[in-house]
């Protein structure tokens, strides 16, 4: 089966989930219905669809139930603190992959609270899934389940340069930001969004195509403002 693109606009990612099913001893009606059985603390996904990310950086959907994939499959989105902080999660390590993503991402110690970027990546479903308390968060335990998640910390989408800091080969000594061979580039524009953390240019023509960064400066080109590690606010002829 191939692998469905993960990365596409918001909307799609961002399904609402479906009414809980269980029977009144809170046991599951059937096997077929553990798809639809939880409904979980779903955050409103109504509240996030004004902060796409760009560069395959999205924002990440509440749960990846329904984003298709198979296990080995993997995508990188990024948690806003509001999504870390709510839903319910199953599992340890591996989750259901109806678990609250950002949250999960914050117990699996990928990222804090005040969210970050992550990758998840598809595993087969377990018989059993452990709960667990982990970085401040509860985890609860279930049963069997169709399709695992797990979580990593992911330096290839940014927010800013800092998230880029990881992408530097260690040296004799710490490095500041601003000597960090990458750096975080947006799209033209995009200044207060996210992108990908792309090496910075190593030299730079004298041809004179003014353009203005994102930090308000003007540079000769626009290679002289990404070798600053600035993101491009405006295009020749500033």
Same mark, same amino acid.
């Given at each position: 089966?191939?692998?469905?693109?993960v990365?596409?606009?918001?909307?799609?990612?961002?399904?609402?989930?479906?009414?809980?099913?269980?029977d009144?001893?809170?046991?599951l009606?059937?096997?077929?219905?553990d798809?639809?059985?939880?409904?979980?603390?779903?955050?409103?996904?109504?509240?996030?669809?004004?902060?796409?990310?760009?560069?395959?950086?999205?924002?990440?959907?509440?749960t990846p139930?329904?984003?298709?994939g198979?296990?080995g499959?993997?995508?990188?989105c990024?948690?806003?603190?509001?999504?870390?902080?709510?839903?319910?999660?199953?599992?340890?390590?591996?989750y259901?992959d109806?678990?609250?993503?950002c949250?999960?991402?914050?117990?699996?110690?990928?990222?804090?609270?005040?969210?970050?970027?992550?990758?998840?990546?598809f595993?087969?479903?377990?018989?059993q899934?452990?709960?667990?308390?982990?970085?401040?968060?509860?985890?609860?335990a279930?049963?069997?389940?169709?399709?695992?998640?797990s979580?990593?910390?992911?330096?290839?989408?940014c927010?800013?340069?800092?998230?880029?800091?990881d992408?530097?080969?260690?040296?004799?000594? *710490?490095?500041?930001?601003d %000597?960090?061979?990458? /750096?975080?580039?947006?799209?033209?524009? !995009?200044? +207060? #969004?996210?992108?990908t953390?792309?090496p910075?240019?190593?030299?730079?023509?004298?041809e004179?195509? *003014?353009?203005?960064g994102? %930090?308000?400066?003007? /540079?000769?080109?626009?290679?002289e403002? !990404?070798a +600053? #590690?600035?993101?491009?606010?405006?295009?020749?002829?500033?």
């Open positions: 089966m191939s692998f469905t693109i990365r596409t606009t918001l909307p799609s990612l961002l399904l609402a989930f479906v009414p809980a099913c269980v009144p001893d809170g046991a009606a059937s096997a077929e219905s798809a639809i059985a939880r409904q979980g603390d779903a955050l409103d996904p109504a509240s996030l669809t004004e902060e796409l990310l760009v560069g395959g950086c999205e924002l990440c959907p509440v139930r329904h984003v298709a198979d296990p499959d993997a995508f990188s990024w948690c806003t603190a509001e999504a870390t902080a709510a839903g319910t999660i199953w599992g340890t390590d591996l259901t109806d678990s609250s993503l949250r999960a991402g914050v117990h699996a110690g990928a990222i804090g609270p005040d969210g970050g970027i992550v990758t998840v990546t595993a087969p479903g377990l018989g899934y452990v709960g667990s308390l982990r970085h401040g968060v509860q985890s609860q279930w049963g069997g389940w169709s399709r695992s998640i979580l990593a910390a992911d330096t290839s989408c927010v800013d340069n800092s998230d880029c800091a992408l530097v080969s260690p040296g004799p000594s *710490p490095k500041p930001y %000597d960090i061979p990458y /750096y975080c580039h947006k799209p033209e524009g !995009a200044c +207060a #969004g996210g992108g953390c792309r910075r240019p190593d030299a730079c023509t004298q004179y195509d *003014p353009v203005l994102c %930090d308000g400066q003007e /540079y000769g080109n626009a290679c403002v !990404a +600053a #590690g600035v993101s491009l606010m405006a295009g020749g002829g500033v």
